[in-house]
């Protein structure tokens, strides 16, 4: 059973950082990507940013390039995103995910998730 535990999230200023944590349990972390998406108050659920299995290639939303970067350590089962610059618009409660296929790709689709962490920037 695969679980996904996130932390890091809190309350900062516009242009502070934040760095998220996921933890991850159930099966060989190492062969699969993982990813990070968020839900804003009222509107759905979108991809953040994503990272292959072994974490030599990673994917942005365009709206985070250049500010957040997502990274993992296999040996510890974990995945990271650091969040620099942050704005207003990034308020929202992020999720760490995870896809059920195996392989070397960032997919589109993700099967499993975490609980989810409150990120709020203010203004």
């Known amino acids: 059973q695969v679980q996904l535990v996130e932390s890091g999230g809190g309350l900062v200023q516009a242009g502070a950082s934040l760095r998220l944590s996921c933890a991850a349990s159930?099966?060989?972390?190492?062969?699969?990507?993982m990813a990070w998406f968020r839900q804003a108050p009222g509107k759905e659920r979108t991809f953040v940013a994503g990272?292959?299995?072994?974490?030599?290639?990673?994917f942005y939303a365009a709206s985070v390039k250049g500010r957040f970067t997502v990274s993992r350590d296999n040996a510890k089962n974990t995945v990271d995103l650091q969040m620099n610059s942050l704005k207003p618009e990034d308020t929202a409660v992020y999720y760490c995910a995870a896809p059920e296929l195996s392989g070397d790709f960032i997919p589109w689709e993700y099967d499993y998730w975490g609980q989810g962490t409150q990120v709020t920037v203010s203004s």
């Open positions: 159930g099966r060989t972390f190492s062969r699969y990507a």
């Open positions: 990272i292959n299995w072994s974490g030599e290639s990673t």
